[in-house]
T-cell receptor, first 114, second 113 residues
Framework: AQSVTQLGSHVSVSEGALVLLRCNYS??????LFWYVQYPNQGLQLLLK??????LVKGINGFEAEFKKSETSFHLTKPSAHMSDAAEYFC????????????FGDGTTLTVKP | EAGVAQSPRYKIIEKRQSVAFWCNPI?????LYWYQQILGQGPKLLIQ????????DSQLPKDRFSAERLKGVDSTLKIQPAKLEDSAVYLC???????????FGQGTRLTVV
């Protein structure tokens, strides 16, 4: 069985500050890991994914995440927050057997203050 | 390319009524998913189709929920009868066979009163 824990249901940062959204996962097989963003009344949009290879992955809108197997973590970062980054962010895990079928965390709402 | 289309966007029904949601996946995507997203939670998989066959429906409440994907393209998800706790956003997603990520529609927000 797989699970995802997102630490902090709400994160608030000032515009221009570092964004750090935390995600820890549990998986009995090598995981595929994803970060999605959801704007109000919208579906989920993929920010980035880790499958194999380089553990630091870069995504859209300046976001990146690092897969740390020893820590079972896949934290999402962005060096400088923009007002348009305000949204809800979901971390998800799947495995190679059922790629595309993901288990999601409960989400972190990011607020960006001017 | 066109994204995943869902309709309706919003639906309000009374408990014990029935409701149906429709999804049209991205062209060429053989895999289709229905997720339920309750307010304050992440999406939870209800059912996965590969073409028109069910791959996984282990989390589908089969006493009231049903889904079909005729001809391996469009899909409908039905709830009959609805309960208050079914209030949620129902997301449809699709992916190419063997690919690692799914593409999501905008969802249908269901309110049961």
């Amino acid at each position: 069985a797989q699970s995802v824990t997102q630490l902090g249901s709400h994160v608030s940062v000032s515009e221009g500050a570092l964004v750090l959204l935390r995600c820890n996962y549990s998986s009995s097989v090598p995981p595929y890991l994803f970060w999605y963003v959801q704007y109000p009344n919208q579906g989920l949009q993929l920010l980035l994914k880790y499958t194999t290879g380089a553990t630091l992955v870069k995504g859209i809108n300046g976001f990146e995440a690092e897969f740390k197997k020893s820590e079972t973590s896949f934290h999402l970062t962005k060096p400088s927050a923009h007002m348009s980054d305000a949204a809800e962010y979901f971390c998800a895990v799947s495995d190679s057997v059922s790629a595309g079928k993901s288990t999601f965390g409960d989400g972190t709402t990011l607020t960006v203050k001017p | 390319e066109a994204g995943v289309a869902q309709s309706p966007r919003y639906k309000i029904i009374e408990k014990r009524q029935s409701v149906a949601f429709w999804c049209n996946p991205i062209s060429g995507h053989a895999t289709l998913y229905w997720y339920q997203q309750i307010l304050g939670q992440g999406p939870k998989l209800l059912i996965q189709f590969q073409n028109n066959g069910v791959v996984d429906d282990s989390q589908l409440p089969k006493d009231r929920f049903s889904a079909e994907r005729l001809k391996g393209v469009d899909s409908t998800l039905k709830i009959q009868p609805a309960k208050l706790e079914d209030s949620a956003v129902y997301l449809c997603a699709s992916s190419r066979t063997g690919r690692t990520e799914a593409f999501f529609g905008q969802g249908t927000r269901l309110t049961v009163v």
